[in-house]
């Protein structure tokens, strides 16, 4: 978060008044803007029941780490989306007594891309009070908040923000800001509109895609994420950089340690190009004309 002062700087928070009146909240009012599903739940229990889906194409690395992130901070309830993955390593993985303890498989059958894939597993009913969506390629906060999604959900519904995500760190000592990271721009000139709209210390308004979010629903009827098909890339959202709350985008860091061999078999095997991670790579191979054919 600190480099991201020093590269972008900040945006100008609500007034002293508006910081003043959300941290001083009762624990009644506070519990009451929690989705009534979870409310008054300890976060023990909501990491244990809050549904989680980690989109899943040929990265075996990066699935394997995230998913023993969520087993380690006690995240019972996850199911791995699979979009047809054909990496041998990743798919006896997937039969290994490791994996099934700690998750479900779901195989879409074909390589729908994490957009699609969020939009079939979020119509299913029981995401319909608060889900979790990721994808594997992120260093997740080592030390995440004792109240992880409990203040997320709690910030969600104090801003009316649909989907509260974590904050890329973009340390210049361990991220290579100059890297290609979509089309023509480079990750410090895509991430820097991150950084513009602070609503308080440490929460920014900013674009959510795929990347970790946590599902707020809204009051009422209509809280089905997936009524909102293409355009939830559009909803109301924000990005959290509290100190337990950042992560790291593992393809942007200088020391990367991904065996080449399953970078290079991931890139080359992707039918379209879905993510930053990809987009990079088409534009080293020279590729450009396969980004303008993202889903």
Known sequence: MQ??????????????????????????????????????????????????????????TYLRDTLHWFCRNGFRNVTVVDNDSNHPDLLAYFETRAFKRRATLHRMGVNAGPRRTLEKMSA?????????????????PENPDPLFLTNMFRIGRWYRRLKVGLALDLNPEYIDLDRPAYLNRTVREVERKNWKRELEPGVFKAVVDT?????????GPHKCFS?????????????????????????????????????????????????????????????????????
């Not at 991201?4 to 009451?32: R, V, Y």
């Not at 599903?37 to 889906?53: D, L, N, Q, T, W």
């Not at 990347?211 to 009051?219: A, I, M, Q």
């Open 124 to 140: 299913l009913p029981e995401t319909y009070d608060g889900f979790i969506f990721t994808d594997p390629d992120l260093l997740l």
């Open 211 to 219: 990347t970790f979010f946590l599902y707020v629903p809204p009051h």
């Open 227 to 295: 009524l909102h098909g293409r355009r939830q890339t559009r909803l109301p959202s924000i990005r959290m950089a509290k100190e337990g709350y950042s992560a790291f985008h593992r393809p942007w860091l200088k020391d990367e340690d991904l065996h080449v061999s399953e970078s290079s078999y991931y890139s080359e095997t992707a039918s379209k190009v879905y993510s930053t991670v990809s987009g990079a790579a088409a534009l080293e191979r020279g590729d450009e004309h396969l980004l303008r054919r993202r889903a």
């Open 3 to 60: 480099a991201a002062k020093e590269q972008f700087g900040w945006g100008k928070p609500n007034s002293k008044k508006t910081i003043q009146a959300f941290g001083a909240m009762t624990a009644e009012l506070a519990e009451n803007i929690i989705s009534s599903a979870y409310s008054g739940m300890p976060e023990r229990k909501i990491r244990g029941r809050i549904p989680v889906f980690i989109n899943s194409y040929n990265q075996l």
